[in-house]
């Protein structure tokens, strides 16, 4: 039972343009979340956080959206540049594991 | 001066061979983790380890063994390999990640790429 899903497992952007990384999660236990970036043959390496009694966390390019009654979250990264070619995890934490999603391979065009 | 190192990065095997994955962290952290990516590409737990203690140990066949000599090193023994053991294995660590309620930032190796064949 997958309880944090990313459904789009890719997506193109073109440089400049906004990126959004959709993630839903199911269960309600889950208080914190993360994001992940991942290139080829590394490990995931630690984006964005938020605490789910936050909505909103900004950190430069990178905001990550969280709506608790949808159990959705997002992450804009604005705006998008060649260099953020690469997969995103997301993760939920119910404070003993992170659960991660399946990730989504963002591709961003000249 | 890589933070969380593993080694090797691929391993290639025979069914029914042991084999183990080193791990060593250099961040002074307190907590250490095993995660399997496997084909489908889902990122999940298999053991975590606090201060050399094993903390969470998921549903894994006990053919695979986790030691933890010091809190910068967890190891993964695997015995007797099958096919479906075929993934890329990722240590990473934490500072307070196994605490309830405490945030779960990783800092994960490159992993290691496990084939049997």
């Known amino acids: 039972d997958q309880q944090v899903k990313q459904n789009s497992p890719s997506l193109s952007v073109q440089e400049g343009r906004i990126s959004i990384l959709n993630c839903d999660y199911t269960n309600s236990m889950f208080d914190y979340f993360l994001w992940y970036k991942k290139y080829p043959a590394e490990g995931p390496t630690f984006l964005i956080s938020?605490?789910?009694?936050?909505d909103k966390n900004e950190d430069g390019r990178f905001t990550v959206f969280l709506n608790k009654s949808a159990k959705h979250l997002s992450l804009h990264i604005v705006p998008s540049q060649p260099g953020d070619s690469a997969v995103y995890f997301c993760a939920a934490s119910d404070g003993y594991a992170l659960n991660f999603g399946k990730g989504t391979s963002l591709l961003v065009t000249p | 001066d890589t933070a969380v190192s593993q080694t090797p990065k691929y391993l290639v095997t025979q069914m029914g061979n042991d084999k183990s994955i080193k791990c060593e962290q250099n961040l002074g952290h307190d907590t250490m983790y095993w995660y399997k990516q496997d084909s489908k590409k889902f990122l999940k737990i298999m053991f975590s380890y606090n201060n050399k203690e094993l903390i969470i140990n998921e549903t894994v066949p006990n053919r695979f063994s986790p030691k933890s000599p010091d809190k910068a090193h967890l190891n993964l023994h695997i015995n007797s390999l099958e096919l479906g053991d075929s993934a890329v294995y990722f240590c990473?660590?934490?500072?307070?990640?196994?605490?309830?309620?405490?945030?779960?930032?990783?800092?994960f190796g490159s992993g290691t790429q496990l084939s049997v064949l």
């Open positions: 938020i605490s789910s009694i936050k």
């Open positions: 990473a660590s934490s500072q307070d990640g196994w605490r309830p309620g405490t945030p779960e930032k990783l800092f």
